[in-house]
């Protein structure tokens, strides 16, 4: 009888211990996590909520606003700095606004969207080539696809594209920023979207210029 009494409180002894241990662990999850993933995902959100816009107001008349040749004069007197801001990106699906640095640097990338360098300004003929962090400013963009606006403003003015084609591509491919014919923004940003980790591929939208006003 007692050999059994002694059983059961050694049981419940061993169970306290585990349930002790479990909520010792998740404690320290959750102060790992708050100060990493969570962070980060504030940071995000923030910048969506500070930025948000009214998607009415980025209506476009498609009938009337056909693609117009690049004009002679250039569209920016002066090139920026890397780190300097150059305009917003408005995603009117999402009724977000987010700020556009140019360079693709973490310092850039930490603080919104970042603008290659290597490729040609918004609203300019060839390539220009927007990047973002998953789980930041671009946490919601497999939201945006085919038939979607992307609208771009900057000293130059206000540039209108629609998305004509979503791609998914490994990480490493550069026919991302190769040159094109025509004003087109291409955007990206890592994929699968819930990955946790180094994303092995990308989320590319590509937009043609439809509209531009000074």
Request: proline share 4%.
């Amino acid at each position: 009888m007692r050999s059994a009494i002694k059983r059961r409180r050694r049981s419940k002894r061993n169970k306290r211990l585990l349930l002790l241990s479990l909520a010792a662990a998740l404690i320290l999850f959750g102060l790992w996590f708050s100060g990493t993933n969570a962070y980060t995902f504030l940071k995000g959100y923030l910048l969506f909520k500070t930025g948000q816009v009214n998607a009415e107001d980025y209506k476009v008349n498609l009938g009337a606003a056909n693609e117009k040749e690049q004009e002679q004069e250039p569209l920016y007197q002066d090139r920026p700095e890397i780190g300097e801001v150059i305009g917003d990106l408005i995603i009117p699906k999402l009724e977000a606004k987010l700020p556009i640095y140019h360079g693709t640097d973490e310092d850039e990338l930490e603080k919104g969207v970042g603008h290659f360098a290597g490729s040609v300004l918004p609203g300019e003929k060839d390539n220009s080539v927007l990047s973002g962090h998953r789980d930041t400013v671009f946490r919601k963009l497999g939201e945006v696809g085919k038939g979607d606006l992307l609208v771009v403003q900057t000293s130059a003015g206000k540039f209108t594209y629609k998305v004509r084609k979503v791609r998914i591509v490994d990480k490493n491919d550069r026919t991302v920023i190769v040159p094109k014919p025509k004003a087109t923004l291409t955007v990206s940003t890592c994929y699968p979207f819930d990955f946790i980790g180094a994303a092995p591929e990308r989320y590319i939208l590509v937009a043609d210029l439809i509209s531009s006003e000074k």
